[in-house]
């Protein structure tokens, strides 16, 4: 299975755009890129997916390379609630219901 | 609200004795998953079931066990022989992945387990 290498932690400042680098060299071409974050002491939740174009809901924007080999999830304006750990995982489908391998991802500190 | 139940929130235990934690939902999902987290670790997949009377091992299936007799219910048991048992219990659930669109996975708030 591909995987992915995320920074250990980040810092930002409120309000300004954040960029959260994934690394997934491996990554074949049928696979897909999901997001979930985890606010302190609760459940994971999804954030967005793609496969190779950008794309954009209410929570962030997903940026996919074009060698596909690295992806950014972008926070626009970052609140206080967005400090979390937050984890890019791949996967084979687009179902998103299937095993998904969590990494250690990276832990978002923001800066009040 | 639809959700996902777990409780209680923090367990503890003796060593040697079996544990169950819970997990109920009322989203209508077929599909239910259970995780384990150990402190600045990633989640780790234990069971997952696709369909209510079936479930499959994840990648640390050995010490626990499961069982699926509906579909909004799934319970995990952790049992002695799980030599590491302390850690955060999350459990979630997604529609089938037959299921049209894209389904996501919903967690729980999790259990914290801790044996002492």
């Known amino acids: 299975d591909a995987k992915t290498t995320q920074p250990n932690s980040m810092e930002s400042n409120e309000e300004e755009p954040v960029h959260l680098p994934c690394n997934h060299s491996?990554?074949?071409?049928?696979?897909?890129i999901h997001w979930y974050r985890q606010l302190p002491s609760q459940g994971p939740e999804y954030v967005i997916h793609g496969l190779t174009s950008n794309v954009n809901n209410r929570m962030a924007s997903l940026a996919i390379a074009e060698d596909r080999k690295s992806s950014t999830l972008i926070l626009h304006r970052a609140t206080l609630r967005d400090a979390a750990v937050y984890y890019c995982?791949?996967?084979?489908?687009?179902?998103?219901?299937?095993?998904?391998?969590f990494g250690t991802g990276t832990r978002l500190t923001i800066i009040p | 609200d639809g959700g996902i139940t777990q409780s209680p929130k923090y367990l503890f235990r003796k060593e040697g004795q079996n544990v169950t934690l819970s997990c109920e939902q009322n989203?209508?999902?077929?599909?239910m998953y259970w995780y384990r987290q150990d402190p600045g670790q990633g989640l780790r997949l234990i069971y997952y079931?696709?369909?209510?009377?079936?479930?499959q091992k994840g990648d640390i299936a050995e010490g626990y066990s499961v069982s699926r007799e509906k579909k909004e219910s799934f319970p995990l048991t952790v049992t002695s022989a799980q030599k590491n048992p302390t850690a955060f219990y999350l459990c979630?659930?997604?529609?089938?992945?037959?299921?049209?669109?894209?389904?996501?996975?919903?967690f729980g708030p999790g259990t914290r387990l801790t044996v002492l």
């Open positions: 995982i791949l996967t084979r489908s687009n179902f998103g219901n299937e095993k998904l391998t």
């Open positions: 979630a659930s997604s529609k089938r992945q037959l299921a049209g669109g894209y389904n996501e996975q919903f």
């Open positions: 079931s696709q369909i209510v009377n079936d479930f």
């Open positions: 491996t990554i074949s071409g049928t696979d897909y």
């Open positions: 989203l209508n999902h077929d599909a």
